[in-house]
């Protein structure tokens, strides 16, 4: 299913829970995977820092460029239990993901990946749950087009 939508830093955390919420029932037996894609500055980070909130995670959120993957504790109210956030600019397979244990954070259940620049890696990617691909509107307005494929 393809959907659009657009939101402001004001309505950003409607859109992140309606993502949290639509993504946590697949959570039960296995990882949930989510593609963050957009030009430099579109709001991967920004949208990932408000799905973090919601799923109860109080430290600050960053952009795990350098280190590949970052990994944090979420509220288990939230439905997840693990949040796994990878940044795959400087990747060019899924098999570099290997040597950071990703197989075994997608078998685990109530854990959501994260992963900006798929287009990096999509070519040995596994199928994700959902795709975004963020675009600018202006300066305050993202617009994202979103294709889930669960449905």
Partial sequence: MKKTHTYTLDTISFFGAELVQSLAPLAHDRGVLMTLSGDLGAGKTTLTQHIGRILGISGHITSPTFVIMKRYTC??????????HIDAYRLSSWQELESLDIATYMAQPRTLVIIEWPEHISDTM????????ISLCDEFQRSADMVYYFV
């Fill in 75 to 84: 509220d288990p109210a939230s439905g997840f239990d693990t949040l796994i």
């Fill in 126 to 133: 596994p199928q994700p749950d959902v795709t975004l691909t």
